[in-house]
């Protein structure tokens, strides 16, 4: 009995190969600075790259920023997004900008919990025995099982409209609401407002007089394209 040799053909491996894009950086006073950087490459890793190249000193408040110049907005870009699906999103003629600077609150919401959570605007689904402190809030805002519920009054405008009005708003983990009546949380007078999974919050460098805004801080949330 004679075993006949088989021939096995291993299939190719293609190898991964990332194209490199040169993207524009601008600092505070303006001044540019073009890099080279791969197509994968998160903000965070865009930072660390000019921290090296600038001999700055890494205190963990360098941040990329998203500057809209034409509406106005600009938001910190987090340190998971990738850079370059940020940069696919702008129209062709628009005039945005990336920003690298400081900002010293980029990991407060981390550090100081106590100054997010006022205990006025706070409340939970369930009660609650003794006191809950800031840091173990933050650990329930971030879990998957509890979360509590922020509330207070916001200006908002609704759009095509010019007149701004002070309404209740809800933080909830399924999106923002508003009550239709004063305060109430009845499910009837709750409308849906936004959800987060695809939108980034941006905050308004001009709202007073591009949108007539009453307060000189605002915010807005734009949907992903």
Request: aromatic share 14%; hydrophobic share 35%.
């Amino acid at each position: 009995m004679s075993l006949s040799a088989r021939r096995v053909t291993l299939p190719a491996i293609t190898p991964i190969v990332l194209q490199k894009r040169v993207i524009k950086v601008y600092s505070e006073d303006e001044t540019s600075r073009a890099v080279e950087v791969p197509s994968d490459i998160t903000a965070r890793d865009v930072c660390q790259l000019l921290i090296l190249k600038n001999h700055y000193i890494d205190d963990h408040s360098w941040t990329l920023f998203e500057h809209l110049p034409h509406i106005g907005l600009e938001r910190t870009i987090e340190d998971h997004e990738l850079v370059m699906e940020v940069l696919s999103n702008w129209g062709m003629e628009e005039e945005n900008k990336l920003y690298f600077r400081k900002n010293y609150a980029k990991y407060e919401f981390f550090k100081n919990p106590m100054y997010f959570f006022p205990e006025h605007m706070v409340s939970f689904a369930t009660e609650t025995n003794g006191e809950i402190s800031p840091t173990q809030i933050l650990q329930m805002f971030l879990s998957s099982s509890t979360y509590p519920e922020i509330h207070g009054f916001l200006h908002a405008k609704e759009q095509g409209k010019k007149s701004w009005k002070k309404i209740y708003f809800l933080l909830r983990r399924s999106g923002l609401y508003f009550s239709t009546k004063g305060t109430s949380k009845e499910p009837r007078h709750l409308q849906f407002f936004s959800e987060f999974g695809n939108s980034d919050i941006y905050v308004s460098l001009a709202g007073k007089k591009k949108h007539g805004a009453p307060t000189n801080y605002g915010f807005c949330f734009k949907v992903q394209a």
